[in-house]
């Protein structure tokens, strides 16, 4: 197996966001130094959901100061970007750091209308645009003479400069919230990521993408490389006990959703507030679901239960709620120590 660290900080008020940044950055360097293989940064706007808000810019400065760690976007919101703007930024990326970059895109929040609306466009445009958004920029990476004309886009070029380092491009990944979504990227033999579903569930998902990537024609050398290239997204948090363990996430985790609730509330009015919450703390099954929790022999144990389900790349978000430094560093050094050795 090969693990990430996802790096998603909240910060809860406008003062605190260099700071936020700041500590950021060190975490990425513990992530290299625990041995984890990626870090994965994703994109919100406006309410300090995530601290950096700009994937791209934070990647390239993780790309000057870390070596060897891969650099993946869980996820870019391609209702928000230009595609031709986007290729040669993450060409430029995929120089910058000497081809370790992973392109996870999605069409954008599912549930934050306002970040849309900071960019002039709706939910339901960035639906309809998504496909020809990432076939242009698949194209814009690889093509020569580019003559392309869509629906929403019409451009012509000669050449991207720079082009990526890694050939043909960097490996593509895209979100996947539902089965059909799933089964349309195994289809065409696309990586996904994964997230927010039960064990049970993910197993099931899993099991469909290479059964329809199979039937669909794909050989399994073909089905092993896109599962290789595949992640799912979970929440990690090392204590002394389980009960520990989950005492204090449950803890910091709300604190996190609960910033995220009001900032819906404000922005998109009371029901979008209230949806969160629900979502959110209603259940405890949702809670159950994102993370894996205990001491490093518990959460071997729950990595072993993923990995028996397929699992080959798992992504753990470490930093939640206002953690301390030393709480990220205990956690990522105890895993790095204690856990990945196991799976190796």
């Not at 990647?59 to 891969?70: E, L, Y």
């Not at 954008?108 to 645009?129: L, Q, R």
């Not at 604190?255 to 405890?284: C, F, L, T, W």
Request: aromatic letters at 8%; one cysteine or more; hydrophobic letters at 40%.
């Amino acid at each position: 197996m090969k693990f990430g660290s996802r790096i998603a900080p909240v910060s809860h008020h406008p003062d605190d966001d260099s700071e936020v940044i700041d500590g950021t950055l060190r975490e990425v360097d513990l992530a290299e130094a625990a041995g984890m293989d990626a870090v994965w940064l994703t994109e919100h706007h406006f309410s300090g959901e995530c601290a950096y808000a700009d994937p791209l810019v934070f990647g390239a400065a993780i790309a000057a100061r870390t070596s060897r760690i891969k650099i993946g976007f869980a996820v870019l919101q391609m209702a928000l970007r230009d595609p031709v703007l986007l290729a040669t930024q993450t060409a430029l990326l995929d120089n910058l750091s000497h081809g370790r970059l992973i392109v996870g895109t999605g069409r954008g929040t599912a549930i934050n209308h306002f970040e849309y609306v900071g960019f002039g466009t709706t939910m339901e445009e960035g639906a309809k645009k998504l496909a020809e958004a990432e076939d242009l920029l698949v194209k814009a990476w690889t093509c020569e003479n580019l003559q392309f004309k869509g629906n929403y886009w019409e451009v012509s070029f000669p050449m991207l400069r720079p082009r990526p380092l890694q050939k043909p491009h960097p490996p593509l990944a895209r979100a996947c919230l539902s089965e059909d979504s799933v089964a349309n990227m195994a289809k065409v033999g696309r990586p996904i990521l994964i997230g927010g579903v039960s064990n049970d569930v993910l197993g099931r998902r899993l099991d469909a993408y290479r059964e329809t990537m199979a039937s669909t024609g794909f050989d399994q050398v073909a089905v092993d490389e896109a599962c290789n290239m595949s992640w799912v997204s979970k929440n990690l948090y090392i204590a002394g006990s389980y009960e520990e363990a989950r005492d204090a996430a449950r803890i910091s985790y709300l604190r996190d959703m609960g910033h995220i609730q009001n900032a819906r509330k404000r922005y998109d009015g009371p029901e979008a507030g209230a949806r969160a919450r629900v979502a959110r703390e209603s259940d405890d099954a949702v809670f159950d679901n994102e993370f894996i929790l205990g001491t490093p022999s518990q959460v071997a144990d729950q990595i072993a239960e993923l990995r028996d389900l397929g699992v080959r790349n798992l992504m753990l978000q470490n930093s939640f709620g206002g953690a301390s430094f030393d709480q990220v560093r205990r956690t990522l050094t105890q895993f790095g120590e204690e856990v990945i050795p196991l799976f190796r």
